[in-house]
């Protein structure tokens, strides 16, 4: 059974504070992805990682920096929080094989990251 | 731009009947279509995908219905029941975008008793 696990549930932190969001998966996964899911707008991609040390922006960047110095682990960093960061994040892994195209991506349970 | 449009945000069904939610695209590259069910304060799950070379597929209560022709995709649930009531999720991929996937806004359903 795929697990993708998340630091925490919830969070809260101070405008200006450096936060660090961990993802880990147990599947061997090759791609991690880093969401951020607000009302109405779906799932943003922030940042993905299809090896160790790769990493690749998604379409909102900016704001956020990633780490994957392991395959299992993939961190979310928030240089300088800010209130426009309040939102859900979702970690997400996938394979790079044919799987992936009958069962997409997992996702891990979310981390609701408020910031004050 | 978006590439996949979830045009209804929510979706009200009586519990027993039909749930049919809509999903259009613009990108006539995409290979893959999947639907992702989340519940609040919960990762989304995979539900069930299609390729594009195929106009249905169907996985218990729940079937997919692809009409490439007029871009549009539509998920439908039969006998819809409470525990459907979720955010439902469209989403498409192409062999070539690096396994990115594009997603829908989301439509939420609500399963009346």
């Known amino acids: 059974d795929v697990k993708v696990t998340q630091s925490s549930r919830y969070l809260v932190k101070r405008t200006g504070e450096k936060v660090f969001l961990e993802c880990v998966q147990d599947?061997?996964?090759?791609?991690m992805f880093w969401y951020r899911q607000d009302p109405g707008l779906g799932l943003r991609l922030i940042y993905f990682?299809?090896?160790?040390?790769?990493?690749e922006k998604g379409d909102i960047p900016e704001g956020y920096s990633v780490s994957r110095e392991k395959k299992e682990r993939f961190s979310l960093i928030l240089e300088s929080a800010s209130t426009n960061q309040t939102s859900m994040y979702l970690c997400?892994?996938?394979?790079?094989?044919?799987?992936?195209?009958?069962?997409?991506?997992?996702f891990g349970p979310g981390t609701r990251l408020t910031v004050t | 731009d978006q590439q996949v449009k979830q045009n209804s945000p929510s979706l009200s069904v009586q519990e027993g009947r039909i749930s049919i939610l809509n999903c259009d695209y613009t990108?006539?590259?995409?290979?893959?279509f999947l639907w992702y069910k989340k519940y609040p304060a919960e990762g989304p799950t995979f539900l069930i995908s299609?390729?594009?070379i195929k106009d249905k597929n169907e996985d218990g209560r729940f079937t997919v219905f692809l009409n490439k022709s007029a871009k549009h995709l539509s998920l439908h649930i039969v006998p819809s029941q409470p525990g459907d009531s979720a955010v439902y999720f469209c989403?498409?991929?192409?062999?070539?975008?690096?396994?990115?996937?594009?997603w829908g806004a989301g439509t939420k359903l609500i399963i009346k008793p």
């Open positions: 997400a892994s996938s394979s790079r094989d044919r799987d992936y195209w009958a069962w997409g991506q997992y």
């Open positions: 599947m061997d996964h090759e791609n």
């Open positions: 990682s299809y090896d160790v040390k790769m990493k």
């Open positions: 990108n006539s590259m995409f290979d893959y």
């Open positions: 299609i390729s594009s």
């Open positions: 989403a498409a991929s192409s062999m070539d975008s690096n396994y990115q996937l594009i």
